[in-house]
């Protein structure tokens, strides 16, 4: 009996070790959302194209990655597992390699129903998807941690993360009417967690962030420059580039969120990930509000109560509940 406690205990201790660390690193993730959605935002507004913006910064984005990926050994190599992974059929399946799209759908969301729900209820729906669907992602396994049981712990997290968003926006929620079309921001929110754990298992599979940040951005590109082309049809074309070379940094900002997200995924699952995500993108959007605010911009007391619930919440799903927490422990 000592002898496994010795053994044991450790191993727990750095597990948890792991986990806070992890929702650190997606709380600073989130954080560099929030900056490249504001950039992303001003470039849009230039263009008068909410869809065109996401396309440039996405553009920009893979063409990084694309040089990178030729410079980089390591990343060659990684597509060479991918292919090689995909072809034998063993771990890795061809849906594994379409997470960009969900971020293409969730650009695309906000382009149709951010008009009609308001910015606030959009954001409540699209957190609520994303916790909801990071439970369950994170029951199957579907990401590259393994399969973490639903406990009351991670239960109430989740819970309490989207009372926490509903608090931080509620000054905003006034004007915002609801309507069906909320459930294409809650399918863009569960969409995020799939991206998540799947990217993850890109990742883990090329041994490359590179190679999954690489392929994420291409799908998400291809995703996005049909909406776009459609987009053209009906709208006709954008307004003409800004010159400002600073509008174009939201594809940059993209790589470091994508590529941390792959790599953190990994150690926190993808519940507690989108946690520190939301909660590093609000107080990232609170610093932004209160530093180069926007006209007509206020912070109001329910913003700072939710930011700090938000905290909480992810304190409460990453607190220690014993090896039981992983659903590989349960019987069968």
């Known amino acids: 009996m000592s002898t496994r406690t010795s053994t044991d205990a450790p191993?727990?201790?750095?597990?948890?070790?792991?986990?806070?660390?992890?929702?650190?690193?997606?709380?600073?993730?989130?954080?560099?959302?929030?900056?490249?959605?504001?950039?992303?935002?001003?470039?849009?507004?230039?263009?008068?194209?909410?869809?065109?913006?996401?396309?440039?910064?996405?553009?920009?984005?893979?063409?990084?990655?694309?040089?990178?990926t030729a410079l980089v050994p390591r990343a060659r190599r990684g597509f060479r597992r991918l292919a090689s992974t995909l072809r034998s059929g063993s771990g890795l399946r061809p849906w594994h390699c379409l997470g960009g799209v969900c971020g293409g759908f969730l650009v695309f969301t906000q382009g149709i129903v951010v008009g009609v729900l308001g910015v606030a209820l959009f954001t409540v729906a699209v957190v609520a998807g994303q916790v909801t669907s990071g439970l369950v992602v994170d029951r199957f396994g579907i990401g590259p941690g393994g399969a973490r049981r639903v406990t009351p712990t991670r239960m109430l997290g989740a819970v309490l993360a989207v009372v926490a968003v509903v608090i931080a926006v509620s000054a905003q929620l006034d004007g915002s009417r609801a309507n069906w079309l909320v459930v294409l921001p809650v399918l863009a929110g569960a969409g995020v967690s799939w991206q998540q754990a799947v990217n993850?298992?890109?990742?883990?599979?090329?041994d490359s962030a590179v190679s999954a940040s690489t392929?994420?951005?291409?799908?998400?590109?291809?995703?996005?420059?049909?909406?776009?082309?459609?987009?053209?049809?009906?709208?006709?074309?954008?307004?003409?580039?800004?010159?400002?070379?600073?509008?174009?940094?939201?594809?940059?900002?993209?790589i470091f969120v994508i590529g941390g997200t792959v790599v953190?995924?990994?150690?926190?699952?993808?519940?507690?990930?989108?946690?520190?995500?939301?909660?590093?993108?609000?107080?990232?959007?609170?610093?932004?509000?209160?530093?180069?605010?926007?006209?007509?911009?206020?912070?109001?007391?329910?913003?700072?109560?939710?930011?700090?619930?938000?905290?909480?919440?992810?304190?409460?799903?990453?607190?220690?509940?014993?090896?039981?927490?992983?659903?590989?422990?349960?019987?069968g």
Do not use: K
């Open 11 to 68: 191993a727990a201790g750095t597990t948890s070790a792991r986990r806070g660390v992890g929702v650190l690193g997606a709380a600073a993730v989130g954080f560099v959302l929030a900056v490249q959605s504001q950039i992303n935002g001003m470039l849009g507004a230039r263009l008068s194209d909410a869809l065109a913006a996401a396309v440039i910064s996405f553009g920009v984005g893979l063409s990084l990655l694309v040089v990178g």
């Open 200 to 206: 993850g298992r890109v990742r883990q599979t090329a």
């Open 215 to 254: 392929l994420n951005f291409a799908t998400g590109t291809c995703s996005l420059a049909v909406a776009l082309l459609v987009g053209f049809a009906v709208r006709g074309l954008p307004e003409p580039l800004p010159a400002q070379p600073w509008l174009y940094l939201g594809g940059v900002l993209g």
């Open 264 to 331: 953190l995924v990994r150690y926190t699952g993808v519940l507690l990930l989108s946690m520190g995500m939301v909660a590093g993108q609000l107080i990232g959007a609170l610093i932004l509000d209160l530093v180069v605010p926007t006209p007509g911009t206020r912070v109001d007391v329910s913003t700072v109560v939710g930011i700090g619930l938000t905290l909480v919440a992810a304190a409460i799903a990453a607190w220690p509940t014993g090896q039981g927490a992983r659903a590989r422990d349960l019987p």
